[in-house]
């Protein structure tokens, strides 16, 4: 990858966003991370790593062309939409190639005809109320507005960060973030009393342990499937295709 000394921007805050960093490192290319800023003590890849936003994809594309960027790569999460479509955005102003990185979600996990797929937050609230029963919210902070309505009830919720002010009356907030277990799940789900489990399908192994613990005990599944990439982007699923596409630059 020598030739045409590429230089790398990642869009990152994945854990496949920190592959493909030190998989460039170790190959030698120039390469740079940016994360949103978003979360306090964040897993940092390495190699050049900066902070912040850039100001929509005007701002991206300008930083590009300043910074001498060759490439650009989006890998940051499935359901980062609006980041995905200003990279897409900014590629195309600043002329430069732009791929997405996204590992594969769960709809071939082998459990997957079992959950309840949904196509929004809230409706996998309507789901839940309609199966009833302790409600495990793991879909992000971001989005717990959508369950606004479920103030005074009994509700377990899992974030990274924590909430910017007290949760409502009846919610239990845990404050942790991934790798999970199976048996951390289990033991989650058993001491709260779980009856439902809402998420998103962000795919990968990070948080797939509540999956297979639900499965375990019986408790419904409902998953927000994944928003379709903005047009213009395209998508691979591992690092070594990004290592390709890098490789061998289309003509």
Known sequence: MAKGEPRVLILGGTAEARALAQALVDAGVDVESSLAGRVSRPRLPVGRVRSGGFGGAEGLAAYCVREGITHLVDATHPFATTMTAHAVAAGEQAAIPMLRLARPGWRSHPLADQW???????????????????????TGRQTLEHYASWAGREVLVRVVEPLDGAPPDGWTVLQDRG?????????????HGVGVVLTKDSGGSYTSAKLDAAAELGVPVIIVARPAIPSGAAEVGTVAQVLHWLAHPAR
Do not use: H, K, Q
């Open 116 to 138: 309840r797929w949904v196509s929004s937050y809230d409706g996998a609230r309507e789901r839940a109320d309609e199966v009833g029963g302790t409600p495990f919210i793991t």
């Open 179 to 191: 790798p999970y277990t199976v048996d951390g799940e289990l033991e989650v789900m058993r001491r």
